[in-house]
């Protein structure tokens, strides 16, 4: 079963940067997986931030995040990194990462959280002043 930890989460100002990651373990060798951030806001349902393939060429970006987020990946140290920059307080959510097999992906999905089989506790991130 893969293992999902996200970090990197706070408090910060609007127009400020935070950067999340993801580390990964138990994966399974020779399987490759794809990895999204999703964020969930109190009383709103979980919405799709950020997805990449394992490879790193294909990443999807949710229209609300679009030339404010990057997500990138690392294979060699199992991690997947959410640059986050000129934030807003309508960003403020708990992130996750959530984790699937990429051989079994379809990109029209990226957004559902029903395809992923592992999810982390996720990261608060707070955007205030």
């Known amino acids: 079963q893969v293992q999902l930890v996200e970090s990197g989460g706070g408090l910060v100002q609007p127009g400020g940067s935070l950067r999340l990651s993801c580390a990964a373990s138990?994966?399974?060798?020779?399987?490759?997986?794809?990895i999204t951030w999703f964020r969930q806001a109190p009383g709103k349902e979980r919405e799709g931030v950020a997805c990449?393939?394992?490879?790193?060429?294909?990443?999807k970006y949710a229209d609300s995040v679009k030339g404010r987020f990057t997500i990138s990946r690392d294979n060699g140290q199992n991690t997947v990194t959410l640059q986050m920059d000129d934030l807003k307080p309508e960003d403020t959510a708990i992130y996750l990462c959530?984790?699937?097999?990429?051989?079994?992906?379809?990109?029209?999905?990226?957004?559902?959280?029903?395809?992923?089989?592992?999810w982390g506790h996720g990261t608060q991130v707070t955007v205030s002043s």
């Open positions: 959530a984790a699937t097999r990429e051989s079994a992906f379809m990109y029209g999905t990226s957004w559902q959280p029903e395809v992923y089989e592992a």
């Open positions: 138990d994966l399974p060798l020779s399987t490759a997986y794809i």
């Open positions: 990449i393939s394992n490879s790193g060429v294909i990443r």
